[in-house]
C-alpha cells in the first residue's frame, strides 16, 4: 500500500534555529496537509496546499511557517525561527480526493531546546 | 464552525468485552467522518471513514462505525477488543464542497487502555 513518507523521525534543534521537515506524499495525490500534534493534545490543522499554491492556512501558521513543494515529489514544511512551543509531532499527509481517505506519514517529532 | 467532540477522554475495558467510542460532531451539512488510531510515538492509521451511502461503515481490525445525522454522532465500535487495540482514537470530521480544501477537524482524543 501507498505511504507518506517523513523525514526525519526526530529533529532536536536550538531555539531561533531554522528547520526543514521532509515528506514525500503519495505520488497520484492532489491535496497535501501539514498538521501538528502537541503531546497529549489534539492533532491540529496547519495548512493545506493544492495546485502549487497554499489554498487555507490556520491561524497557528503564522509568518514563521512555510511550505514548499519544490520538484512535484517532495513537500516541505519550514519553521524560520523555531520556538520552545514548536515542540510538536508533525504529520504530513496527503489526499486523492473523495471517495478516498487521507493518509498520514508517521510524523516527525520536533524538539526545541 | 466545524467541531468534533469526543466526550471520553479515557477509557478502560477488559480484553473480550465490547467497546464503544463516542463522537459527536457540529458542521453545517453532512460532513466527510473519520476514525484513526494511533499507538504511542506512531502515526494515525485510517480505521475507518463515511461519505456516502449506508450510514453503518465497516473498517479495518474488526471495527465499525455508525453515522447518525440525528444525533450529529459518529460511534465506533468493536464486538471483541484485544489488547493490541490499546491506543489512541481519533475521531475527524472533513468539510464537503469544491470550494473547500479538505482539512480535517480532529476531536480531543480518547486514549483506550485494555485491561487482561
Known amino acids: 500500500e501507498p505511504e507518506v513518507t517523513q523525514t526525519p523521525s526526530h529533529q532536536v534543534t536550538q531555539m531561533g534555529q531554522e528547520v526543514i521537515l521532509r515528506c514525500v506524499p503519495i505520488s497520484n495525490h492532489l491535496y497535501f496537509y501539514w498538521y501538528r500534534q502537541i503531546l497529549g493534545q489534539k492533532v491540529e490543522f496547519l495548512v493545506s496546499f493544492y495546485n502549487n499554491e497554499i489554498s487555507e492556512k490556520s491561524e497557528i501558521f503564522d509568518d514563521q511557517f512555510s511550505v514548499e513543494r519544490p520538484d512535484g515529489s517532495n513537500f516541505t514544511l519550514k519553521i524560520r525561527s523555531t520556538k520552545l512551543e514548536d515542540s510538536a509531532m508533525y504529520f504530513c499527509a496527503s489526499y486523492l480526493g473523495t471517495p478516498y481517505g487521507y493518509t498520514f506519514g508517521s510524523g516527525t517529532r520536533l524538539t526545541v531546546v | 464552525a466545524q467541531s468534533v467532540t469526543q466526550p471520553d477522554i479515557h477509557i478502560t475495558v477488559s480484553e473480550g468485552a465490547s467497546l464503544e467510542l463516542r463522537c459527536n460532531y457540529s458542521?453545517?451539512?453532512?460532513?466527510?467522518l473519520f476514525w484513526y488510531v494511533q499507538s504511542p510515538g506512531q502515526g494515525l492509521q485510517l480505521l475507518l471513514k463515511?461519505?456516502?451511502?449506508?450510514?453503518l461503515v465497516q473498517g479495518i481490525k474488526g471495527f465499525e462505525a455508525e453515522f447518525k445525522r440525528s444525533q450529529s454522532s459518529f460511534n465506533l465500535r468493536k464486538p471483541s477488543v484485544h489488547w493490541s487495540d490499546a491506543a489512541e482514537y481519533f475521531c475527524?470530521?472533513?468539510?464537503?464542497?469544491?470550494?473547500?480544501?479538505?482539512?480535517?477537524?480532529f476531536g480531543q482524543g480518547t486514549t483506550l487502555q485494555v485491561k487482561p
Open positions: 463515511y461519505f456516502s451511502g449506508d450510514t
Open positions: 458542521y453545517g451539512a453532512t460532513p466527510y
Open positions: 475527524a470530521v472533513g468539510a464537503r464542497g469544491s470550494s473547500n480544501t479538505g482539512k480535517l477537524i
